[in-house]
């Protein structure tokens, strides 16, 4: 068993092939070390480095339902509702740590929602993918793999299906089906933590008609397989992190941490049949895509708290470096902010502890609740971060560069104009001003506000599913059934055979 720390992280990283990256126009060489990766790397490392750590370990790891041993519970197969509850609270205590994405959460629910459907799918359709993915999901736990849950393509013309797009390969496809394995094209879009991961487990992006089976597919691979290449996503004001000096520290807000999301390309890539977990199920594609789904939004009800967490501390420390701490209106935009926050965690928790036991063994939060956790994601986040901005007040977006606090020159007249509440330190009040512009508008912005819009699916894909199941025919029978009867016993009697009705004819 292997339950690595962030420097055995880092050098197994440094065990990889050389990866094929290209960051800027160039094709890079140091996908460790350049300042726009390493600080993503940070991130990562943490969900590592504080498994090691005696209070945390109980939320940080894990007992494994496959080999008994303790694992980082990013590789863990969800034993119970506890369980999934734990996995919301880790995610709140890193988003706090590290303000930004730690990137593994995809592999861990990409775990779990594959490890479902090919049990269910070798059910069904007597295939026998559910074994393979069981020796993945163990070599994953027993290497402490980060593993790239891959699910977004391309999608060209939103208007046509996968089949009918003038260039197939915006949906990620078999190309080539040989004796021992399968050759895939296309690209994986918006892939977090992508260059920092082990592993990509590819899944399809959307349910698959009949005829679309060679967009059903599911399989693992290398990060640093052959042919597999890697666009780096660019996010605001990335390039102050280039001169990795402290001016550009103070002035990228937050130094040390940061997301990475990429492009991957497959390029002709083989994958050998033991890594394949689907090929051509195409009534199986929506169930997956479905379950990764509603993990991922579970997950939001986690992170995002954690990165609120430092939206709301960075609230309050503003208030009291700009001297409006006692403010009566600031103090109430504090509670509002915190009423946002824990409504979020409360969405998170919800679907968790309404979660239950599928037939592969590990447990599924509630999808229902799971959908309106990442609905409110893609609102109340950006109403907090509005609400911070408000506090922060208008020297977050015209503060002179951090070079002019370090010039001797005008170092004097910076201090002297922009010196805040008596006695507290002007250069604290210029550096939270700093994290306030990174979190809601900088690079932190991409993992808090923007990812929250449009990460695990956007707002429209939630709507869709709540509508799928929310089940308002039955509301109708307890409505009409209130509305027109007049005893006790023909309202109840009304209910139930209301439901038993919608139920399909199952005695209510
Ligand atoms: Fe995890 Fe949040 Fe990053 Fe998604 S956005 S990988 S849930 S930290
Ligand atoms: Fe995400």
Not at 161 to 172: G, I, N
Not at 241 to 267: P, R
């Amino acid at each position: 068993m292997t339950l690595m720390n962030a420097e055995t992280y880092r050098e197994s990283l440094r065990q990889r092939k050389p990866l094929k990256v290209w960051l800027d126009g160039k094709q890079i060489d140091n996908v460790i070390e350049h300042p726009y990766i390493k600080a993503s790397i940070n991130s990562v490392a943490l969900t590592y480095e504080l498994a090691h750590d005696p209070e945390l370990k109980p939320l940080m790891t894990a007992t494994s339902s496959l080999s008994g041993e303790t694992i980082n519970r990013f590789c863990h197969l969800h034993q119970s509702t506890q369980d999934l509850m734990s996995k919301v609270k880790m995610q709140r205590l890193l988003g706090q740590r590290c303000g930004t994405c730690f990137q593994r959460c995809v592999g861990m629910d990409a775990l779990n929602a594959v490890f479902a459907t090919t049990f269910d799918m070798d059910k069904k359709l007597g295939t026998t993918y559910h074994e393979r993915f069981k020796a993945f999901a163990l070599a994953m736990e027993k290497n402490d793999w980060i593993v790239d849950g891959a699910m977004t393509d391309p999608k060209g013309d939103r208007g046509l299906r996968p089949s009918e797009q003038t260039d197939k390969d915006v949906y990620l496809r078999v190309v080539e089906e040989r004796a021992d394995g399968i050759v895939v094209r296309g690209a994986k879009a918006h892939q977090t933590g992508a260059i920092n991961s082990h592993q990509i487990l590819v899944m399809p992006t959307v349910a698959m008609k009949a005829d679309e089976q060679e967009f059903a597919i599911c399989f693992s691979i290398s990060a640093d397989a052959e042919g597999i290449s890697y666009i780096y996503g660019r996010q605001p004001c990335d390039e102050r992190k280039l001169a990795n000096d402290e001016a550009s520290d103070i002035d990228s807000g937050s130094s040390c941490y940061g997301g990475q999301e990429a492009l991957i390309v497959f390029k002709d890539v083989f994958v050998p049949n033991a890594n394949i977990y689907m090929n051509g199920e195409t009534e199986f594609a929506g169930t997956l895509v479905d379950r990764f789904a509603s993990y991922h939004r579970q997950s939001y009800g986690g992170c995002k708290v954690g990165k609120g967490d430092v939206a709301i501390g960075a609230a309050a420390s503003i208030a009291e470096l700009n001297g409006a701490a006692k403010a009566s209106h600031v103090k109430d935009k504090i509670v509002e902010m915190n009423h946002l926050n824990e409504t979020l965690f409360a969405c998170g928790i919800a679907c968790s502890a309404n979660g239950s036991k599928m037939a592969s063994g590990n447990f599924f939060v509630d999808p229902l609740l799971a959908n309106v956790c990442k609905l409110n994601v893609t609102r109340i986040p950006y109403e907090i971060a509005r609400l911070l901005q408000d506090i922060a007040g208008g020297l977050m977006v015209t503060l002179p560069s951090a070079r002019d606090w370090l010039n001797p020159e005008t170092a004097g007249i910076l201090e002297k104009y922009f010196a805040g509440a008596a006695g507290l330190d002007t250069r604290l009040r210029i550096r939270m001003l700093r994290l306030i512009e990174n979190l809601t508008m900088g690079r932190g912005a991409v993992a808090y506000l923007t990812e929250s819009m449009h990460g695990a699916g956007s707002p429209q894909a939630q709507r869709i599913l709540i509508s799928r199941l929310a089940n308002v025919d039955e509301k109708k029978i307890y409505a009409k059934a209130l509305a027109m009867n007049n005893s006790l016993e023909t309202v109840e009697a009304a209910i139930r055979a209301g439901l038993t009705k919608v139920r399909g004819g199952k005695k209510v």
